[in-house]
């Protein structure tokens, strides 16, 4: 009971500090967390929860950003990717899942997409991820074309746009669980890929999607897709580091790292997927409800996992490393 009481004093005193009357965070706070974020990804969920839908998408970029910036081998940042990705849709406003997503594949490097698609496949945004809802192959088109075409738009006066759009579109694909040559995975593939780019979808069905997935006995490898990429991001990635990449992230988590990721509101004890199907065109008008900064306190409290450092929480009477956050957050304020 005690720490319940000082979770909800904590909780009260974040919201009067913001002094914002929609109670998120300001977009400075969260800078001030960038290189903690990265160096604990979990965190970013956290973080992530606290901040207006706008906002949200502003502070993933910088983070991916700053990945991308990061003096390490290619491989690491692309294991950091994988893991800021999931832990930061994990976190989203509800309303604002496919505004992420297509920031995503606006901002993270072409290589690095290779396993951030895997990852998104076969956990977020795969289609049996909730296992309480099914969803018809009529249905998962009309997610898929939702997410294409805010990916489409989003990506559309960035470099490598067509190349990011089939990297969504594979995700899309894999996600969709369906057996290469059925009639559900011809449905899908071909509504997936008439909802690309036209300039892009010859070359996505004949070439990118076949070797992507390994079809027709053929190595997988992802070499005729980035062989269309400007500069360095464009250099042949080998499937197995991508692969890699992608498991290496989530088995970090745990075997119920989906579970792990969902610390959040109840916007995310749903997938994904049933966000987008039900996205508004103005996150900012669905945004997750009264206080999502007494929610991401609360949370904290039912995951065991205070704000400040990302690990497990000890005795229920150590609540100091969460007053610390909280105190931070109020000095960090006045920043912006």
């Known amino acids: 009971m005690k720490r319940i009481m000082v979770m909800l004093t904590a909780a009260l005193l974040v919201c009067v500090s913001f002094g914002q009357a929609n109670g998120y965070a300001?977009?400075?706070?969260?800078?001030?967390?960038?290189?903690k974020v990265i160096e604990n990804p979990k965190e970013m969920t956290a973080v992530m929860q606290t901040l207006s839908p706008?906002?949200?998408?502003?502070?993933?970029?910088?983070?991916v950003a700053a990945i991308a910036s990061m003096p390490s081998d290619e491989s690491d940042r692309t294991e950091k990717f994988v893991e800021i990705v999931n832990a930061a849709l994990a976190g989203s406003q509800k309303g604002n899942s496919l505004t992420l997503v297509a920031e995503v594949f606006a901002t993270v490097p072409p290589n690095s997409l290779a396993a951030v698609n895997e990852?998104?496949?076969?956990?977020?945004?795969?289609?049996?991820?909730?296992?309480?809802?099914?969803?018809?192959?009529?249905?998962?088109?009309?997610?898929?074309?939702?997410?294409?075409?805010?990916v489409n738009e989003r990506v559309a006066n960035e470099d490598n746009?067509?190349?990011?759009?089939?990297?969504?579109?594979?995700?899309?694909?894999?996600?969709?669980?369906?057996?290469s040559g059925s009639e559900s995975y011809d449905k899908i593939m071909s509504a997936v890929v008439e909802a690309l780019p036209e300039s892009v979808q010859n070359d996505a069905k004949n070439d990118w999607i076949p070797a992507a997935l390994g079809q027709g006995g053929q190595e997988k490898t992802y070499d005729p897709m980035?062989?269309?990429?400007?500069?360095?991001?464009?250099?042949?990635?080998?499937?197995?580091?991508?692969?890699?990449?992608?498991q290496a992230s989530q088995g970090s988590q745990g075997s119920g790292s989906l579970v792990a990721l969902r610390v959040?509101?109840?916007?995310?004890?749903?997938?994904?997927?049933?966000?987008?199907?039900?996205?508004?065109?103005?996150?900012?008008?669905?945004?997750?409800?009264?206080?999502?900064?007494?929610?991401?306190?609360?949370?904290?409290?039912n995951s065991e996992m205070p704000?400040?450092?990302?690990?497990?929480?000890?005795?229920?009477?150590?609540?100091?490393?969460?007053?610390?956050?909280?105190?931070?957050?109020?000095?960090?304020?006045?920043?912006?």
């Open 26 to 35: 300001t977009l400075a706070s969260a800078r001030a967390k960038i290189t």
């Open 54 to 63: 706008a906002d949200q998408k502003t502070f993933l970029a910088e983070v």
């Open 119 to 150: 990852s998104l496949a076969s956990g977020l945004m795969n289609r049996a991820t909730d296992g309480n809802v099914t969803y018809t192959d009529d249905q998962y088109i009309e997610i898929s074309k939702k997410v294409l075409a805010a």
């Open 161 to 179: 746009a067509g190349v990011r759009s089939g990297f969504a579109a594979l995700m899309l694909i894999r996600g969709s669980n369906s057996e």
């Open 226 to 246: 980035l062989a269309n990429v400007d500069g360095e991001q464009g250099k042949p990635v080998n499937d197995d580091s991508a692969g890699s990449a992608a």
């Open 264 to 301: 959040a509101s109840a916007q995310n004890l749903d997938t994904l997927l049933a966000d987008i199907a039900g996205a508004n065109t103005d996150p900012s008008a669905s945004a997750d409800a009264a206080n999502p900064v007494v929610d991401a306190v609360q949370n904290t409290t």
């Open 307 to 336: 704000l400040g450092n990302g690990e497990p929480g000890g005795d229920a009477g150590e609540v100091g490393p969460i007053i610390e956050e909280v105190i931070g957050y109020q000095n960090q304020t006045t920043q912006e």
